[in-house]
């Protein structure tokens, strides 16, 4: 009898049904967290379940952007006081290549990245201190290699694919904002912006779900609902009182439910940290009290948490729109990724 009581128990606990029969921690999947640290010109990794800096890789002059290519392998790194992208290799952990981008002239440096949805291109503008004309180089993340370049006009601040993955929009701080054939690199036209506002323009981000974009545009609290497909303007919305500020660089989480946006203040009513976007219905929700944010906001891939990098790493649970925890890296934070392993 006990023979046939101890067998019955170990199937159960096969099946699922006993509390013991749970799997082993050892096979789940956690979250490591990439954040850039600007000012050391190091790549920190972050295990975010125990709280701890895990490794320091040693990257490029002072490193801004980073994108992940498409399976997660490699992370591409912007060094923006150099004319270079480094590739970590997230199984290595260490820089497996460094790009040169093949500029010709002086004072121009990395700047601004983004991706296709498909992580199988990475777009690199350049960057200056002045108001000279730019570029913009393509990166096909499978061959490693950069495979395109374009003219891209002056003082680039943010560029973003629209989530077909066939245009590329390009903000030219203060100008206006481009649109580019992301295969053929082709110039397609212009958004229109708000009136009286171009010379504000700032950040921008693509909806990765919907033909959706948003524009801010600095002090004038304002953010401009573009239609990615027809390039027009569909909605205008202005900062509720007391998230006012100076807005700029924007993210979506994956979902496409929230859109993120950097907010400075100007005076001391208003507030350091990031705007909440409610995508469907184009409405500020709530204001996440940060402290200054320089480009850091990622939301996980199960869309559950985003993390903010500001004067510490520091993330939010999505489902409450609440601060959960903090790590202090003790320098200064600019882009972050997130890799599930």
Known sequence: MKSIATSALLVLAIAGILPF???QKA?????????????EGNLAIVDPASGKLVQRIQVGRAPDCIMPNADNSKLYISNTGEITVSIVSVADAKVSQVLRLPVN????YAGPMTRTPDGATIFVAERADGDEALRIYAIDTKKELITGQF???????????????????????????KIFDAATYQELGAVEPLKGLADNITGMACSPVAPKAYISYGPKNHVQVVNTDTYKTTGDVAMPKYKTGAQGDISFSGDGRY???????VDLKEIDGINVMDAAKDEI???FNSGIVQRGI??????NTCYIAADELKWYNLAKLEHQRSINLRTTVHGIAV???
């Not at 859109?259 to 203040?265: D, P, S, V």
């Not at 990622?298 to 869309?303: L, Q």
């Open 21 to 23: 029969a749970a799997p």
């Open 27 to 39: 096979n789940a999947q956690k979250q490591i967290i990439y954040a850039v640290l600007h000012d």
């Open 105 to 108: 002239r002086r004072n121009i």
């Open 151 to 177: 003219d891209a006009g002056a003082s680039i601040s943010a560029l973003s694919v629209s989530s077909d993955g066939k245009k590329l929009f390009v903000v030219n701080k203060g100008k206006g904002v």
């Open 259 to 265: 859109a993120f946006i950097i907010n400075r203040k």
């Open 285 to 287: 929700i709530k204001i």
């Open 298 to 303: 990622i939301v996980a891939p199960d869309n």
């Open 339 to 341: 890799i599930v392993k």
